[in-house]
T-cell receptor, first 111, second 111 residues
Framework: GEDVEQSLFLSVREGDSSVINCTYT??????LYWYKQEPGAGLQLLTY?????DMKQDQRLTVLLNKKDKHLSLRIADTQTGDSAIYFC???????????FGGGTRLMVKP | NAGVTQTPKFQVLKTGQSMTLQCAQD?????MYWYRQDPGMGLRLIYY???????DKGEVPNGYNVSRLNKREFSLRLESAAPSQTSVYFC??????????FGPGTRLTVL
């Protein structure tokens, strides 16, 4: 089973904000990542946050980290049809460089 | 600078056949990884190589072998393919910020 959990599906209208949520289990995680995967393509790194941060903003993307609840979220402002993809969160634990991935959230943006 | 490249992009095998998936990176990264991606299961680590000359098992190593040929190249071998190995395989390498960069993937079908 996975230690990183995400909801399977999210549907929003173009122009709205999208919020994709993720929970993880290892409180010693050092980095947490968000990747985007478009159909037939590999994973593209969107953003990452170090575990001593609460928030990181990068243009339309805002990452919020609640370490107490082990909850990570990705907010996409002004969601566009080109944002339709599967979004994976991943945690890097303190030991080694390995990542543990969630199962992915499929974001569908309706025009 | 091509990043992480993988060959082939697609492959169909019969049960019992063997093949090698190739991966190369031109970013001078030390660590490289092989994952498989199955629907709804995120990415699972097969093997990784923390540096040239070393390899270690990940979460799902059975049925696979790897070779870290040099710093650039990390290959994944299926000695006797099984239908359960039908999947999309991704290679990744780790950069200086501990972020993983992914190749475009190899779609493998075992009949």
């Amino acid at each position: 089973g996975e230690d990183v959990e995400q909801s399977l599906f999210l549907s929003v209208r173009e122009g709205d904000s999208s919020v994709i949520n993720c929970t993880y289990t290892d409180s010693s995680s050092t980095y947490l990542y968000w990747y985007k995967q478009e159909p037939g393509a590999g994973l593209q790194l969107l953003t990452y946050i170090f575990s001593n941060m609460d928030m990181k903003q990068d243009q339309r993307l805002t990452v919020l980290l609640n370490k107490k609840d082990k909850h990570l979220s990705l907010r996409i402002a002004d969601t566009q049809t080109g944002d339709s993809a599967i979004y994976f969160c991943a945690e890097r634990r303190s030991a080694g460089n390995m990542l543990t991935f969630g199962g992915g959230t499929r974001l569908m943006v309706k025009p | 600078n091509a990043g992480v490249t993988q060959t082939p992009k697609f492959q169909v095998l019969k049960t019992g056949q063997s093949m090698t998936l190739q991966c190369a990176q031109d970013m001078n990264h030390n660590s490289m990884y092989w994952y498989r991606q199955d629907p709804g299961m995120g990415l699972r680590l097969i093997y990784y190589s923390a540096s040239e000359g070393t390899t270690d098992k990940g979460e799902v190593p059975n049925g696979y072998n790897v070779s870290r040929l040099n710093k650039r190249e990390f290959s994944l071998r299926l000695e006797s393919a099984a239908p359960s190995q039908t999947s999309v395989y991704f290679c990744a390498s780790v950069g200086t910020t501990d972020t993983q960069y992914f190749g475009p993937g190899t779609r493998l079908t075992v009949l």
